[in-house]
């Protein structure tokens, strides 16, 4: 494997538009403009984090910007000891936060690099028939609340996440590229990505390496927007004075800061929660950063040290896995793991996967999930409209009648 990268303009000196790049069936991982998208695939490797960063690190490389590197995209699933997957476009451009962008063309054995991608011409607007239903029947999830809050209660863990699945059919296949711009415009300032026919729009950053430094930002603790100023203001002011929403949120970010905390000549966190609010939502979150150790550890192998984290899985880690996988009645699969990416000096970003979707080979039915953290003082009712408003980013994106 070869990769050369050099500089990449638009045509016609236009911005770099990475949904039009990745367009239906390319690669995606973008927020605010800056992001990846891919086109093709030069490799595909399946397996643990340690066997996929050794396949990808120190692959030959001709640097015609100047201290850039390879990228490649990674999803990790919910199941800490499930393989993950990583992919090397043929094909991918970078753009950065000052607008420049770079083109890597990444050849096997000496093939025929790909030519330059050209962006894709924008989705028409459409219409078509869909129908949604839920998967897990309601009264599975009601029950499976119930027994997580009844588990934290007798204080065998403290904190599980419950979820469940609803499937939407469409009498069309669905459009990738127009629910890519669709969440753009909804969900700018979330990690939007695609991979695979596995698409969504992440509020929450589970780790990024820079160089030597380390960030995350944990979610947890949600409650629904109004899209009244005074209305959300007040709803923000009742979930910062949760107490059942705090124990939540103190549960993951502890979880957090213990993994990454060994990694780390130091950690810092903010002293308390605030609001990231998105389209739909309002969560508690805490901004991390810190100063990776010698020998830093990649991207990748941070993301698996903290997938599933608290906020998707619950605390203790083995017990909430062992309590969801008895209680909920189906495979999450990527739903809750990580999806990002990596490049070849260790670098990357990765958000946890949730705001998402999982299509169907056809293209013509999705399967969305959603869930919330379980804990003393939860109750069911709460917890399923809690569900309902998190479906309503994905819902949106992808039905149009």
């Not at 957090?256 to 929660?273: A, K, V």
Request: with cysteine; net charge negative.
């Amino acid at each position: 494997m070869h990769a050369v990268t050099r500089p990449y303009h638009a045509a016609g000196d236009a911005a770099v538009e990475l949904e039009d790049i990745a367009a239906g069936d390319g690669y995606l991982f973008a927020r605010n403009g800056v992001g990846v998208a891919g086109r093709g695939v030069a490799a595909r490797w399946c397996g643990d984090v340690d066997e996929l960063a050794e396949r990808w690190r120190g692959i030959p490389h001709e640097d015609h910007v100047g201290g850039v590197h390879p990228v490649a995209f990674v999803s990790l699933p919910f199941e800490p000891d499930a393989p993950g997957e990583l992919i090397v476009p043929e094909i991918t451009v970078v753009r950065r936060g000052d607008a420049s962008a770079w083109i890597t063309t990444t050849t096997v054995d000496g093939g025929t690099p790909a030519a330059p991608p050209i962006a894709a011409a924008r989705p028409a607007p459409a219409a078509g028939g869909y129908a949604v239903r839920p998967l897990t029947p309601v009264d599975r999830y009601l029950a499976a609340v119930r027994t997580a809050r009844d588990a934290v209660r007798a204080a065998s863990i403290e904190k599980a996440v419950i979820a469940r699945e609803v499937e939407v059919t469409s009498d069309a296949p669905i459009d990738v590229h127009a629910v890519l711009l669709r969440l753009k415009a909804s969900f700018g300032s979330s990690y939007r990505y695609s991979i695979d026919g596995f698409i969504g729009a992440s509020p929450e950053l589970l780790v990024a390496v820079d160089a030597s430094t380390v960030r995350s930002h944990p979610l947890a603790g949600t409650a629904p927007r109004t899209g009244d100023p005074e209305a959300d203001a007040a709803i923000a002011a009742a979930l910062l004075a949760s107490t059942k929403n705090q124990i939540e949120h103190r549960v993951v970010i502890e979880a957090i800061y213990d993994t990454l905390l060994p990694w780390c000549s130091y950690l810092d966190w903010e002293p308390e929660p605030s609001i990231m609010a998105v389209a739909n939502v309002q969560h508690l979150a805490t901004a991390m950063e810190g100063l990776l150790s010698e020998p830093r550890p990649s991207a990748l192998t941070l993301a698996r040290q903290l997938s599933p984290t608290p906020a998707l899985g619950g605390f203790p880690r083995d017990e909430a896995l062992a309590l969801i996988r008895e209680a909920e009645g189906f495979a999450r699969g990527r739903y809750g793991g990580a999806v990002g990416w990596v490049d070849t000096a260790g670098n990357g970003t990765f958000a946890v996967a949730i705001r998402c979707a999982e299509l169907s080979d056809d293209r013509r039915s999705a399967r969305l999930v959603a869930g919330g953290g379980i804990v003393a003082d939860s109750d069911p009712s709460a917890e399923l409209a809690e569900t309902q408003a998190k479906l309503q980013a994905m819902l949106a994106a992808i039905i149009r009648p």
